[in-house]
DNA sequence: ATGAAAGCGCTAACAT
DNA sequence: ATGTTAGCGCTTTCAT
């Protein structure tokens, strides 16, 4: 019943050679003799003979693949920068195994091991909102296995790194509502932990401070599962809408959020961006067909993608241990629509 | 420079057995003394021994593992398959191989190939727009790998299929806009080889005809990405506005497609409905606050996921080979939404 | 109840 | 230039 592939052993046989011929000869080794090659080669290619990649990854303790770690992929931003990693991947000639955790820190730690176990060749991951305990990823970085954190990263391993500039992201989009004369500004984000809600709160407050508005903790609402489950964000919007000073303009701090809040003012009956302006962190391609039109803080998401491949090949094929680790920031873009103008 | 994960063979070593004793205790075989198989239990935890899936794939050819193929993981609807997918597979103890065909055949065949390679124990897959050719996966079949087909099906292979109930989607979505009023309806579609543009091709064409409708070709526009690429989208839209007699209504095959003439015809200053209602096959959670709300047929994505999973087990751990296969039908859900609506 | 050894497909060190 | 053999981690038959 199950799929009964050519192997190495059936080619020498018929053939009447040798196994390690019949290898040798396939990976083109200079001490086979033209014609052997030339036989081998046509026959193998005759049967349509694939090597077995299993075999190959017991045998070398590598598989060309590499596994991606991200919460979801239901989510316009990872697909991106997903289809980034693929593009390189594919040129260089790596396969993709692509996992969510669905913000879950169990199920991270249950995807990283099994691709370890399945032989990566190395590790992309965003962290799940859940996870503070690193050492799962620790134990596979200690014993050599590379890895690349891109978006949602940790200072606590030494590693190559790619991030969007969430603080100028944060800082332009805050900026913009108060140019705008919004005075109120609240700010909608994920688990205080993340990377990136540290980094674009810290954006958030410095655009409050240069412009001499108050920060006021009671404004910024975090969302521990970031906008993964609809009625967190609805009772964070409703929190908003019930205190005494409401906000008149927010900054939503990912994808998610942007179209849940979005969401959530609609059944509220809350009118945008007459009552509230919005700017959302969102990688949509659908901000124009949004009611109304949602001013967006976009991130390189397809060229993050590329940039953590790369980063990873490098670590993968190097020569000599990596020391010298870098993190790269990619620049963001604020593109203006009606959601945050002041009517 | 790698992950050295420890071995039976290290476990053996420490305690003075033979691999095969190891072996034996940490799967309980009976023919184990208590006392050893607890030794050995306790010692493989203290260890965190994890077995090695490559070495029991290679051993076993099988590895507990099954491959999805899909054309765009960015897309609501597949996203939310896959999501059923796993929630099954999880439950089952199968990990899950995602792999993106971008709707090209060539992308498709290199996927399923290296899948099967890897010793998948099972395939899903939506085929490609691209693809007419079936013989990678006629290959695979007939040696026995198990493949169950979602939402893009194919006549010419005999196994276990779902789909969504597309004839009966397109026909009420078609039925509630004759019912509003709407008389000169189009039809915005994918490659017209696709088993889903055929069955949805067949739904309109039947309710145009059982309302006496005329059935006019020139309202029916083929888009041979589905959406994928804009200007494919944007060039369908602008053919059945430069119509002489445009049409009315139209309804949209797929996800990007319902969401791209939306804005297309944004673009191009269409008022919906006004000048042209739309009625979508999408699973977009953001119908609500797109302009206008869209009315949708949503396929039961998450649904099918499961369902398709659970025949891949079956196919999989069946003892016999299984020759009685399955077409499962699942309903679509019209949902009216404002973009529908006569003025 | 336990061990020795073969074998899954492949590569590579070591013959010849 | 080609063959023999060991070994990657594991299971399983065959001995004991």
Redesign the pocket.
């Known amino acids: 019943m199950k799929y ?2 050519i ?3 059936d080619i020498a046989k018929d053939l ?6 019949v ?2 000869a ?2 083109g ?5 033209a ?3 030339k036989l081998v080669l046509e026959y193998a290619e005759k049967l349509n ?4 990649p ?3 990854s ?4 590598r598989s060309r693949s590499i596994g991606i770690v991200v919460c979801e992929i239901a989510n316009n931003f990872f697909s991106q920068v997903i289809n980034g990693i693929e593009s390189v991947a594919y040129k260089k000639g790596y396969y993709v195994i692509i996992s969510q955790s669905h913000e879950s820190f169990e199920r991270e730690v249950a995807n990283t091991q099994y691709l370890a176990s399945r032989s990566v060749d190395g590790l992309l991951i965003s962290l799940s909102t859940e996870t503070t305990d690193l050492s799962h990823l620790n134990k596979l970085h200690d014993k050599g296995l590379p890895i690349v954190f891109f978006d949602r990263i940790t200072e606590e391993m030494s590693t190559h790194k790619v991030i969007a500039n969430n603080f100028n992201g944060a800082y332009q989009a805050t900026e913009h509502l108060i140019r705008e004369g919004f005075r109120r500004i609240a700010h909608l984000t994920i688990s205080p932990h993340l990377s990136i809600t540290k980094e674009r709160l810290a954006g958030y407050k410095a655009a409050l401070a240069d412009h001499h508005l108050p920060y006021d903790e009671s404004l910024v609402q975090y969302c521990k599962y970031g906008g993964l489950i609809d009625a967190e964000t609805m009772e964070a919007v409703d929190n908003l809408l019930a205190l005494k000073e409401k906000p008149d303009a927010l900054v939503a701090a990912s994808d998610k959020l942007s179209t849940g809040c979005l969401a959530a003012l609609a059944r509220r009956k809350v009118r945008v961006p007459e009552e509230m302006a919005i700017v959302g962190f969102t990688n949509s391609l659908l901000t124009d067909i949004f009611h109304p039109a949602l001013t967006s803080v976009r991130q390189p998401a397809f060229e993050m993608g590329q940039v953590a491949m790369e980063m990873l090949i490098d670590l993968i094929e190097s020569k000599h241990p990596i020391t010298k680790f870098e993190t790269r920031v990619l620049n963001t873009e604020l593109s203006v629509r009606s959601s945050s103008l002041k009517v």
């Open positions: 009964e592939a192997t190495i052993k009447g050679l040798s196994t390690s011929t290898s040798r396939l990976r080794s200079y001490e086979i003799s014609e052997t090659r003979y694939r090597p077995n299993i075999a190959l017991l045998k070398e303790k």
